[in-house]
């Protein structure tokens, strides 16, 4: 009785687990989702190579794992306090298929993680002609850019370079660039070719690379969390199924 009590007691500890899990991965998802409108927005005239495509849409599947982690940390509990051996075993074979999933994902970005540079560095040419071609006389592309090198402190794709000859640079007389491409604390007044220069503000290709290598590394440590939980939670899930069977 005394065992018995215990493994639902840690069912309910794992589950509740899991559930938070869910709820942080789902938040994670929503806020990468409203978060990547600014880079879908620069990328949408430009022809985007299919993986960086699913790597946009990521979100869509942090909000759908934390859906389910959700659903499983309720079913885990409710299972668990009900003493109900239906439910322990759909907790544990859904808990089973997410944990194989989840394997076969992280295989995935493993592989994906040495190719992200190579897929945003062949984008360099589309993304530079759409500059000079339409930065500045466009009003949708020149505020998703300026919205994105303000929200990430940089300046075009690779350098200030990319703007030259663009309809913004020619409508200021072409020697003037976007405030975010010099720096205020060495620099003052209108942003122009020297100023930018000295300043050398990285290009948003960078800082992309380097918002992916950080996410990463927080993704890993959070799957590798929730790959542990979910362990565990399958493991006592087996063996209260059994306790309860042995009791009938």
């Known amino acids: ?40 927005g620069i990328l949408e005239n430009v022809d985007v ?15 759908a794992v934390g859906a389910v982690l959700l659903i499983i940390g309720f079913l885990g509990c409710c299972g668990a306090m009900r003493e109900s051996r239906c439910m322990l075993l759909t907790f544990f074979s859904i808990v089973l298929i997410i944990f194989l999933i989840e394997v076969a994902g992280a295989v995935v970005l493993l592989v ?35 919205a994105t090198m303000e929200g990430l402190k940089c300046c075009g794709y690779m350098n200030y370079t990319d703007f030259e ?27 122009n070719g020297r100023k930018a220069h ?7 290709f960078d800082k992309l690379l380097q918002l992916i290598e950080d996410n990463a590394v927080i993704v890993a440590a959070v799957a590798l969390g929730i790959a542990a939980l979910e362990i565990a939670a399958m493991v006592v899930s087996m063996v209260l199924y059994k306790k309860i069977g042995s009791k009938a």
């Open 1 to 40: 009785m005394c065992c018995s009590g215990f493994l639902k007691i840690m069912m309910f500890i794992f589950n509740g687990c899991i559930f938070l899990a869910g709820a942080a991965i789902l938040g994670v998802g929503v806020w990468v989702k409203v978060d990547s409108g600014s880079l879908l």
């Open 49 to 63: 190579p299919s993986g960086l495509s699913q790597l946009l849409n990521v979100s869509y599947m942090l909000i």
């Open 112 to 146: 994906f993680q040495g190719l992200a540079d190579q897929l945003l560095l062949s984008l360099e040419e589309e993304v530079r002609d759409s500059i000079k071609t339409d930065f500045g006389k466009s009003e949708s592309l020149t505020s998703l850019w300026n």
């Open 165 to 191: 000859d663009s309809p913004y640079t020619t409508a200021h007389g072409g020697d003037v660039y976007p405030p975010t491409c010099c720096n205020a604390t060495i620099t003052d007044g209108i942003c």
């Open 198 to 204: 000295l300043s050398m503000i990285d290009g948003c």
